[in-house]
């Protein structure tokens, strides 16, 4: 069977082969599960309550899909709000925990104990300066530089302009780098 997109399964699961969902599952979870975690706490409970809610709200509104659109940002959409109303149930600030492998894939060291030590304290100094960033910027910078979505994506899961995706880009890097150097005086 040769491979199909996202929306080909998509279309197929709305003219009635409902099984095929799984197929999506196993597609996003693991994605799914890395952006939750963004946001929510270290235990991975969370997380993982808020993406299975997702993926049953996004099989019970499978027919509303627009199978002629991108079904990534649908069900990231789908996923942004069940941690917006995680957040809000629980009352808890997000907390961002950035995978170092995904954001510096080409970082390489050739002494195996001193790129073990540079990774943990990059991955430590990372997750200092966000998380004492704004969440308004910092769904943006989660999105684009770990999920890999472009502007339009972005604006589409958030529903925003996507000249704002860019202006919150923007400003979270420079934030970043304001934390950064106030903390770190550099």
Same mark, same amino acid.
């Given at each position: 069977m040769e491979q199909k997109t996202d929306e080909e399964i998509a279309l197929m699961i709305q003219d009635g082969?409902?099984?095929?969902?799984?197929?999506?599952?196993?597609?996003?979870?693991?994605?799914?599960?890395?952006?939750?975690?963004k946001f929510l706490s270290r235990n991975s409970a969370d997380a993982e309550d808020a993406v299975q809610e997702s993926f049953l709200k996004a099989y019970a509104n499978i027919q509303s899909f627009d199978t002629m659109r991108k079904f990534s940002p649908w069900i990231y959409r789908i996923t942004h709000n069940q941690i917006i109303n995680s957040l809000k149930k629980r009352g808890r600030e /997000?907390?961002?925990?950035?995978?170092?492998?995904?954001?510096? /894939?080409?970082?390489a060291s050739k002494d195996k104990t001193d790129d073990e030590i540079?990774?943990?304290?990059?991955?430590?100094?990372?997750?200092?300066?966000?998380?004492?960033?704004?969440?308004?910027?910092?769904? /943006?910078?989660?999105l684009y530089y770990i999920e890999e979505f472009n502007y339009k994506e972005i604006a589409d899961i958030m529903h925003i302009p996507m000249s704002t995706v860019g202006i919150r880009l923007k400003r979270g890097k420079e934030t970043m780098k304001k934390i950064y150097d106030k903390t770190y005086g550099k």
């Open positions: 082969d409902k099984e095929l969902f799984g197929m999506l599952v196993e597609r996003y979870e693991q994605k799914l599960l890395r952006y939750a975690s /997000p907390m961002v925990f950035f995978d170092y492998d995904t954001f510096f /894939p080409s970082f540079n990774r943990k304290e990059l991955k430590e100094l990372i997750d200092s300066c966000l998380n004492k960033l704004d969440q308004k910027y910092r769904e /943006p910078m989660v």
